[in-house]
Nanobody, 125 residues
Framework: QVQLVESGGGLAQAGGSLRLSCAAS????????????MGWFRQAPGKEREFVAG????????YYTDSVKGRFTLSRDNAKNTVHLQMNSLKPEDTAVYFC??????????????WGQGTQVTVSS
């Protein structure tokens, strides 16, 4: 059973930074982390969950929603089965629960097959 565990959420001031991490576990030897694209979604109170960023299985290709381009950077370490979302120049509208996700499909659009439990990010003005 694949598990995705997020960490790194918390409180930041507008203009500040946070770094989210997602660690994947539970795979069999033949089913490797490096075969899957990884992504982040977020859900603000009263709003639908939205795609934030995705990165290809090799890490060569990444894709961002327009509102975070130039501010967020997604990277992955396939040796450690982790992905990291570096969030800079944070805005109050970035406040949301952030979810790590995984897919075996090409993207965009990113079609998650597994989800993490989410981590809260709150940005104060």
């Amino acid at each position: 059973q694949v598990q995705l565990v997020e960490s790194g959420g918390g409180l930041a001031q507008a203009g500040g930074s946070l770094r989210l991490s997602c660690a994947a576990s539970g795979r069999t030897f033949s089913d490797t982390f490096s075969s899957y694209a990884m992504g982040w979604f977020r859900q603000a109170p009263g709003k639908e969950r939205e795609f934030v960023a995705g990165i290809s299985s090799s890490g060569e290709f990444s894709y961002y929603t327009d509102s975070v381009k130039g501010r967020f950077t997604l990277s992955r370490d396939n040796a450690k089965n982790t992905v990291h979302l570096q969030m800079n120049s944070l805005k109050p509208e970035d406040t949301a629960v952030y979810f790590c996700a995984e897919t075996s499909s090409r993207f965009p659009p990113f079609a998650p097959e597994y989800w993490g439990q989410g981590t809260q990010v709150t940005v104060s003005s």
